[in-house]
């Protein structure tokens, strides 16, 4: 699909379809669409198609055209104005452009006019990466490929006068953004006899090649080797070779600058191990790289958008499988950072192969770290399916991560990381054992985290696993991986301020 903006005059604007949006109930219509109708389509204002539209969002009504060169008019309901807010934006978009695809459209139509009175910034960019989103589809697998997977061809933004030049900028970045995550969905979308670690480590090594990025991946004798017992412990089991990937990207003039530090689980499978997860829990645990996932499509973004600052990827993958040489429950690790480890839940294996990524970030002396993990199924009955959790040892790093969301339509909320959870991770044979109790869960795994964090480093743990996977499709997009995280991620390499930490 390609974007462009079109400077010419509305009488010689064509396409298969322009879309205008409207809420529900409104009094008026938006102010752009009443002067176009008023000025070159009255025959829009005459259609009863116009009296049939409700507003509703995931509605949309097409108003046919006889012998204009607007051949329809696509008009997309916001939902009433008091609730609108980003994601609802996003997600009329997305359902509008898949009805456009639906109907066979070519090339769609989009003036800029039709943007006014929306109460929200930068919708050209929201615009772009919702029409990249609602019209991913991911059929690698299929046999018979969608026929109208191509469509529509051509998106323009039609304006009659000359557009400022900060919104070629925007559709830029929109689209950077939307296929890092078109890119992240791919790779939690592909099954996990495909999307090994080796198969990831090559995906950042492509992307280290195409952009000019540092790329590094251990092996599993140097992961041992350099002591990373907990992470080790996971891929035991595994016929799987496990990797350790670090990616590096720095402008010019910025090295010797302390990086950003993501950190990313990167479990291509989890089974649970020993602990084996039960029929109804096990099935979609492919979704278990997507903070891997998400960190190599923020990649691929800034690849384009080179933001102003360095930054620094870990991803540890591995798969986590029962087998003779798989780690038993009660076996006692020592961890990279030398704190020793019983574990005693071979399913709690996304802190253990963490705790040794964020222990081994402070070779690259990070400014600030951010993780990003499906981690525990606990978030998911705390916050629901759409909601990220944040932990973290700074009220910066959590404004930041919460804001930087806002801006974008991903949901983040906190828990604590009080002192008096302590208790629940303490061991009668090891430093620290790797579960809790089931209540408070979610928290007990950051606490275990934050054990592994270097010393005096603003850091902020992500739990994304109810928003990393979409069990259902829904009218704005298809179901699997949603790439969650990757646009708050381009949002936070925008605004942190890493001299301010
Ligand atoms: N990968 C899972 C968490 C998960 C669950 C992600 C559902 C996405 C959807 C994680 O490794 C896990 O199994 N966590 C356990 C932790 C428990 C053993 C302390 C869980 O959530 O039950
Ligand atoms: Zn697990
Ligand atoms: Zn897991």
Request: aromatic share 10%; glycine share 10%.
């Amino acid at each position: 699909m390609e974007f462009s903006i079109i400077t010419e005059p509305a009488s010689a604007w064509s396409a298969d379809a322009v879309v205008f949006f409207a809420f529900k109930d409104a009094d008026e219509y938006l102010p752009g669409f009443s002067s176009w109708m008023a000025s070159d389509a009255d025959w829009v204002a005459g259609s009863p198609a116009l009296g049939d539209f409700s507003g509703e969002l995931d509605n949309s009504s097409v108003i046919y055209g006889s012998g204009s060169s607007v051949q329809r008019v696509l008009l997309v309901g916001l939902g009433e104005e008091k609730d609108f807010s980003v994601d609802k934006f996003l997600q009329a978009v997305s359902t509008a452009l898949r009805k456009c695809r639906e109907l066979k459209f070519r090339t769609v139509g989009v003036p800029l006019v039709a943007f006014e009175g929306i109460p929200l910034e930068d919708k050209l960019e929201h615009f772009v990466v919702a029409a990249i989103e609602g019209l991913y589809s991911f059929d690698e697998f299929k046999s018979k490929k969608d026929e109208k997977k191509g469509l529509p061809e051509t998106i323009r933004f039609l304006t009659e006068d000359e557009p400022p030049a900060h919104l070629a900028e925007m559709l830029l970045k929109g689209q950077a953004v939307g296929q890092g995550m078109g890119y992240a969905r791919d790779l939690v979308n592909l099954p996990p006899n495909v999307a090994n670690p080796v198969y990831l480590a090559d995906e950042a090594k492509k992307l280290a090649k195409q952009y000019g990025f540092k790329f590094k991946a251990m092996k599993r004798k140097e992961i041992i080797d350099k002591g990373m017992g907990a992470f080790a412990s996971v891929f035991r089991g595994s016929n799987d070779e496990p990797r350790m990937i670090t990616l590096e990207y720095c402008p010019k003039d910025r090295e010797g600058q302390k990086p950003l530090v993501l950190v990313g689980k990167g479990v291509t499978f989890d089974t649970g191990g020993i602990s084996l997860k039960p029929t109804g829990f096990i099935e979609d645990m492919k979704c278990d790289m997507g903070g891997a996932a998400a960190i190599l499509g923020f990649f691929r973004a800034i690849g384009t958008i080179k933001p102003d600052l360095p930054v620094v990827g870990i991803l540890p993958c591995a798969d986590n499988m029962p087998d003779a040489s798989a780690t038993r429950p009660g076996e006692v690790v020592t961890s990279f950072s030398g704190k020793t480890i019983e574990i005693l839940n071979t399913d709690a294996e996304g802190r253990l192969l963490l705790c040794d990524a964020l222990a081994y970030s402070a070779q690259f002396e990070p400014a600030a770290i951010i993780d990003l993990a499906t981690l525990t199924g606990g978030c998911i009955v705390a916050f629901g399916w759409d909601v990220a959790a944040v932990m973290d040892n700074s009220a910066l790093m959590q404004n930041l991560v919460i804001e930087s969301g806002t801006r974008v339509g991903e949901r983040f909320w906190p828990m604590p990381l009080w002192d008096i959870y302590k208790e629940e991770l303490k061991s009668e044979v090891a430093d620290l054992k790797n579960i809790g109790s089931r209540e408070g869960m979610t928290i007990h795994a950051g606490m275990f985290l934050k054990e592994f964090v270097p010393e005096d480093v603003p850091w902020a743990h992500l739990d994304i696993a109810g928003p990393a996977w979409r069990k259902k499709k829904t009218p704005a997009g298809s179901a699997g991986g949603t790439g969650f995280g990757v646009r708050t991620l381009v949002e936070i390499a925008e605004r942190i301020d890493l001299e301010d930490m």
